[in-house]
Each structure stands twice: as C-alpha cells, then as structure tokens.
C-alpha cells in the first residue's frame, strides 16, 4: 500500500492563482480530511468528508473548496491564492467514518504564496 | 480554536533519560491520541486512549488521561536520538464536535546522543 499521498510536494503561487492540492488513499478509508500547520501552532482543520460524494467544513475553511467524487481522491483547491495561505498542507485519512480513530497522513505539501 | 495546549513548547534532555510531556484540554472528549511528527515529514499515530481508560502503554510510551482535570501526559521511557520529533496531542468526540480531530501546538522533542 502507498498509504496517503499527496501531490505537489512544493508549491509557489502568486497572489490571485488558483490550484489544486492532490490527496489519493488506497486504504479504501471513509474517512478524509485535509489540515493546515503553521509555525507555532498545532494542525488546524479546513475541510473534511465522510465518504464519496459528503464534504463539510473544518475550523477553517474560507478560501478552499473540496470535493469527494470516489472513495480514493480529495482535492483540495485554492480559488484565489493570498500570503495567508503559505502553510504546510496535510491530508490524512480514517477507516472510521467518524474520523474518530487513527488518522494516516501524507506526506505534505509546502506552500508559498508571494 | 486550539483544544490541546502541550507543556513543555520544547525539551531537551540525553539518550537513555526519560521524556515526559503533557497535554491540557477544554472539553469534553470521546478519546485522546498522541502523534509524532519528524522534521519535514507528516505525523504518525502513536496511541489513542478511551475517556474511560486511565492508562494505555505501547512499547516504550506510556499514556495517562485524567478526565477530571482534562489533562494526558505522554512518558517516553529510554529516550534514544531518533525519538527526536515534535509531538501533538489531539482531542475527538464530546464536545471537540463529531467527526473532528483538534490538535494542540505541540512538544518539540530534542534527544541528544
């Protein structure tokens, strides 16, 4: 199993662009969501779904859509990148659709927006 | 908001002692975990305990939770180099909200050989 994955590694926008942050699981897990880590602070949650075709918002989710067309991907797009979202972004996924349980992480991707 | 608030923000201490760090939070909770996360890579779960479990141990951690005071402590016993990570408790269930795991901010772990 690859586990959690996620594309690009690295990324850099300017002000204004739109992209899309890439998470594939092949754990047939329910569960997925998608952080954000800033210096200093813990993981803050932006967006997460319970299963294909189910989205609902995290802590913070203003500027990012997501959505759940099959079990294994969850995109994460930026509709008009800005400064404030140069952060460290992770998906994670859960076998339990309550994301109560174990989390599996990616690997993450590093996003700098100038 | 942050629900977990980690004590110490860092430490630092030689291979072989033990490290101890601990974790506050606001709530009321459904479990609480532990996770690791290495210098530029993503986190691993290390242990979730139950609201109604005490004590949990997994090789050489060892978890408490005290729900009457919201808190957990993490004990790595036998710290070796590579236990060198951050660490973050995080909170599910109760009043967390369901369906969300909250993270705290975190124990940067330096073990020195």
């Known amino acids: 199993n690859a586990g959690v994955t996620q594309t690009p590694k690295f990324q850099v926008l300017k002000t204004g662009q739109s992209m899309t942050l890439q998470c594939a699981q092949d754990m047939n897990h329910e569960y997925m969501s998608w952080y954000r880590q800033d210096p200093g602070m813990g993981l803050r949650l932006i967006h997460y779904?319970?299963?294909?075709?189910?989205?609902d918002q995290g802590e913070v989710p203003n500027g990012y859509n997501v959505s759940r067309s099959t079990t294994e991907d969850f995109p994460l797009r930026l509709l008009s990148a800005a400064p404030s979202q140069t952060s460290v972004y992770f998906c994670?996924?859960?076998?339990?659709?309550?994301?109560?349980?174990?989390?599996?992480f990616g690997p993450g991707t590093r996003l700098t927006v100038l | 908001s942050q629900q977990g608030e980690e004590d110490p923000q860092a430490l630092s201490i030689q291979e072989g002692e033990n490290a101890t760090m601990n974790c506050s939070y606001k709530?009321?909770?459904?479990?609480l975990q532990w996770y690791r996360q290495n210098s530029g890579r993503g986190l691993v779960h290390l242990i979730l305990i139950r609201s109604n479990e005490r004590e949990k141990h997994s090789g050489r951690l060892r978890v408490t939770l005290d729900t009457s005071k919201k808190s957990s402590s993490l004990l790595i016993t036998a710290s070796r180099a590579a236990d060198t990570a951050s660490y973050f408790c995080?909170?599910?269930?109760?009043?967390?909200?369901?369906?969300?795991?909250?993270f705290g901010t975190g124990t940067r772990l330096l073990v020195s050989p």
């Open positions: 995080a909170t599910a269930g109760g009043n967390t909200g369901f369906q969300k795991l909250v």
């Open positions: 709530t009321s909770i459904n479990n």
């Open positions: 994670a996924s859960s076998y339990s659709p309550s994301g109560y349980n174990e989390q599996f």
């Open positions: 779904s319970v299963g294909a075709g189910i989205t």
